[in-house]
């Protein structure tokens, strides 16, 4: 069964720093990975995907994550935090091989101080 | 939001009381997924459908059940809620054509 771990509840940065929010996974077969990013109040929205190919991907609002695959890793970054990036991110995970469930982290608030 | 709406949107109920929310989608996605919200916990998975009467469980489907009796309504029911139940709700559909979940706006469900 495939599993995600986010190690951090929280991730402080100032503004204007580069930010890094950790994502781990397990799967049995090849893995496609998501981060989602949750507003207060609003629903899950969509910021990048890993399915093939390069490991360096980029999504929405500046952010990039890397796959690595040897470390089982998908660590979210970006060079220049805004204010506006606080929020709730969530790594999510599917066993494509396998598997139509697709599984979330516990999540991680990012701060961005001003 | 690729069309997705979620009824009710509030609901407070009592202990015991059965309790439907209803996933609607417009775009003819044959994957739906029910996840419940809860501090802590992050997002887990309920049930989901990959086709009309098609349906699996996910990491916390006791006390559950779902249905799919046609493409664009995915219905969750709780039989007999319990105070635990008390979460917010999201529905989402997997694009797969663009391998990418889209989720409805959510249901906030209160159990006294």
């Known amino acids: 069964a495939q599993s995600v771990a986010q190690p951090e509840d929280q991730v402080n940065v100032a503004e204007g720093n580069p930010l890094t929010v950790k994502c781990t996974y397990s799967?049995?077969?090849?893995?496609?990975l998501f981060w989602y990013v949750q507003y207060p109040n609003r629903g899950l929205q969509f910021l990048l995907k890993?399915?093939?190919?390069?490991?360096l991907v980029k999504g929405s609002y500046g952010f990039e994550a890397e796959f690595n695959k040897s470390q089982t890793s998908f660590h979210l970054k970006k060079p220049s935090a805004l204010v506006s990036d606080s929020a709730l991110y969530f790594c999510?995970?599917?066993?494509?091989?396998?598997?139509?469930?697709?599984?979330f982290g516990k999540g991680t608030r990012l701060h961005i101080l001003p | 939001d690729a069309g997705i709406t979620q009824s009710p949107r509030h609901k407070v109920t009592e202990t015991g009381t059965p309790v439907t929310l209803r996933c609607h989608q417009t775009?003819?996605?044959?994957?739906m997924y029910w996840y419940r919200q809860d501090p802590g916990h992050g997002l887990r998975l309920i049930h989901y459908?990959?086709?009309?009467?098609?349906?699996d469980k996910g990491e916390v489907s006791d006390g559950y059940s779902v249905s799919r009796s046609k493409t664009e309504d995915f219905l969750l029911t709780l039989e007999s809620a319990t105070s635990s139940q008390t979460s917010v709700y999201f529905c989402?559909?997997?694009?797969?054509?663009?391998?990418?979940?889209?989720f409805g706006p959510g249901t906030r469900l209160l159990v006294l």
């Open positions: 999510a995970v599917r066993d494509y091989r396998r598997d139509d469930k697709i599984i």
């Open positions: 989402a559909i997997r694009d797969r054509g663009r391998e990418t979940q889209y």
């Open positions: 459908s990959y086709g009309v009467k098609d349906t």
């Open positions: 799967v049995s077969g090849n893995p496609y």
């Open positions: 890993y399915i093939t190919g390069d490991n």
């Open positions: 775009e003819n996605h044959r994957y």
